[in-house]
C-alpha cells in the first residue's frame, strides 16, 4: 500500500534548537500539506505545495518556520529557534491533482515536544 | 466565525445507535472529505464527497452542495467506533484544505 511517510516520529528537543521533520509523499501526488495539531487548536494548516511550489504558507510563523520541497520526494518543515509553544503533532498529506480530487493521505505524524 | 463548523462537538451514545456528525461550510469548495482520528492515532480519511451520498459498511456521507452541509451517520454504532470525526473542504478557489474542529464519539458498551 502506498503510503505517506514523516519522521521522526518523535522529537524532543530543547528550546533554542533546531527542529527539522520530514514528509515523502505518495509517488505521483503533486499536492502536499503541513498541519499542526493541537489539544487547543485542533488542525490547523501550516502551508501547501502543488507541483513543488509554495501556495500558501500563511499559517506558519515567518520568523521561525520554514518549508521546503527539494524535490517531488521530500518535503521538509524546519523550526529554528524552536519554543516550548511549538510542541504539537505535525502531519504532512498529500493529494493527487486537485481537478481529479483526489483523497487526502496522511502520514503518522511527527510528536515535537520542545522543552 | 470558522469556515467550518461541526456539530456536535462531543457526543456520547450507547452501542447500536445511530449516529449522526453534521458539518456546514460557507466557502465554496471542490470536495468534502470525512476524517477519522483515533486518541494517539494517526487520520484516516474516510470519504470525500463532492456530490450526493457514498457508503462504506456501516458509514454513510451525505452532501448537499446548495445548502453546504454534510452529514456523517454511523448505523449499529460500536465501541470500535470511538474516534474523532473531522470534516475538511477543499476550497475550490485555491485548494486550501479548511478543518473543522471535529467531533469526539464516546460509544458505550
Known amino acids: 500500500d502506498a503510503r505517506v511517510t514523516q519522521t521522526p516520529r518523535h522529537k524532543v528537543t530543547e528550546m533554542g534548537q533546531e527542529v527539522t521533520m520530514r514528509c515523502q509523499p505518495i509517488l505521483g501526488h503533486n499536492t502536499v500539506f503541513w498541519y499542526r495539531q493541537t489539544m487547543m487548536q485542533g488542525l490547523e494548516l501550516l502551508a501547501y505545495f502543488r507541483n513543488r511550489a509554495p501556495l500558501d504558507d500563511s499559517g506558519m510563523p515567518k520568523d521561525r518556520f520554514s518549508a521546503e520541497m527539494p524535490d517531488a520526494t521530500l518535503a521538509t518543515l524546519k523550526i529554528q529557534p524552536s519554543e516550548p509553544r511549538d510542541s504539537a503533532v505535525y502531519f504532512c498529506?498529500?493529494?493527487?491533482?486537485?481537478?481529479?480530487?483526489?483523497?487526502?493521505?496522511f502520514g503518522n505524524g511527527t510528536r515535537l515536544t520542545v522543552t | 466565525k470558522n469556515e467550518v463548523e461541526q456539530s456536535p462537538q462531543n457526543l456520547t451514545a450507547q452501542e447500536g445507535e445511530f449516529i449522526t456528525i453534521n458539518c456546514s461550510y460557507s466557502v465554496g469548495i471542490s470536495a468534502l472529505h470525512w476524517l477519522q482520528q483515533h486518541p494517539g492515532g494517526g487520520i484516516v480519511s474516510l470519504f470525500m464527497?463532492?456530490?450526493g451520498k457514498k457508503k462504506h459498511g456501516r458509514l454513510i456521507a451525505t452532501i448537499n452542495i446548495q445548502e453546504k452541509h454534510s452529514s456523517l451517520h454511523i448505523t449499529a454504532s460500536h465501541p470500535r467506533d470511538s474516534a474523532v470525526y473531522i470534516c475538511?473542504?477543499?476550497?475550490?478557489?485555491?485548494?486550501?484544505?479548511?478543518f473543522g474542529k471535529g467531533t469526539r464519539l464516546h460509544i458505550l458498551p
Open positions: 475538511a473542504v477543499r476550497s475550490n478557489r485555491d485548494d486550501k484544505i479548511i
Open positions: 464527497l463532492s456530490s
Open positions: 498529506a498529500s493529494g493527487g491533482l486537485a481537478v481529479y480530487n483526489s483523497p487526502l493521505h
